[in-house]
């Protein structure tokens, strides 16, 4: 493939990723709401809802796990500063490569495969809240652990295309 496709094909990817982040992101509007109504409810009427106590958390979840897709589009995400902006460009590239390819990549792999298991498990027997007046369809919110790390690993492999290049061309990775 041509360096400068390399690059675009990214680019389209990581364009996409981030839209999907930007629409995930209004997650949080409703986890607000979510939290001022069980506030409310709790606080003015002595009477909470655990449906909405459970929202809360499946909102906070999505919004976590979508949002490493984001940070990693972004570039974003915790590393050793102090170690790392010390190094020279070629070296923070392999550092990324081999970052990706024995640690991070594997890891999200390894949750993203055993996944499926567990939502088809939650699908398969019905999974609802231990509550009784809990959320249903537990295997919905158990889904998010396999779309998240797949476009997580998806955000990974367009990093790990980006320090591919970097190596090949460093000015080409400079000028984005």
């Given at each position: 493939?041509?360096?400068?496709?390399?690059?675009?094909?990214?680019d389209?990817?990581?364009?996409?990723?981030?839209?999907?982040?930007?629409?995930?992101?209004?997650?949080?509007?409703?986890?607000?709401?979510?939290?001022?109504?069980?506030?409310?409810?709790?606080?003015?009427?002595?009477?909470?809802?655990?449906?909405?106590?459970?929202?809360?958390w499946?909102?906070?979840?999505?919004?976590?796990?979508?949002?490493?897709?984001?940070?990693?589009?972004?570039?974003?995400?915790v590393?050793?500063?102090?170690?790392?902006?010390?190094?020279?460009?070629?070296?923070?590239?392999?550092?990324?490569?081999?970052?990706?390819?024995?640690?991070?990549?594997?890891?999200?792999?390894?949750?993203?495969?055993?996944?499926?298991?567990?939502?088809?498990?939650?699908?398969?027997?019905?999974?609802?809240?231990?509550?009784?007046?809990?959320?249903?369809?537990?295997?919905?919110?158990?889904?998010?652990?396999?779309?998240?790390?797949?476009?997580?690993?998806?955000?990974?492999?367009?990093?790990?295309?980006?320090?591919?290049?970097?190596l090949?061309?460093?000015?080409?990775?400079?000028?984005?």
């Amino acid at each position: 493939m041509h360096p400068s496709m390399l690059l675009t094909f990214a680019d389209r990817v990581d364009l996409l990723l981030k839209r999907s982040g930007q629409t995930i992101a209004w997650v949080y509007i409703a986890l607000i709401i979510a939290i001022i109504t069980q506030v409310v409810l709790r606080r003015g009427f002595h009477n909470g809802m655990i449906a909405i106590e459970e929202l809360q958390w499946h909102l906070y979840a999505i919004g976590v796990m979508f949002g490493m897709v984001s940070t990693q589009v972004a570039d974003a995400h915790v590393r050793v500063d102090l170690l790392h902006q010390k190094m020279k460009p070629r070296t923070k590239h392999w550092v990324e490569i081999f970052g990706l390819l024995f640690l991070a990549m594997p890891f999200v792999g390894t949750v993203f495969i055993n996944s499926f298991d567990f939502v088809y498990e939650a699908w398969r027997v019905g999974e609802t809240s231990d509550s009784q007046s809990g959320l249903p369809y537990r295997w919905i919110i158990k889904g998010v652990i396999p779309a998240s790390c797949g476009l997580l690993l998806l955000a990974m492999f367009t990093r790990l295309l980006r320090s591919i290049e970097g190596l090949r061309n460093p000015s080409a990775i400079e000028e984005q």
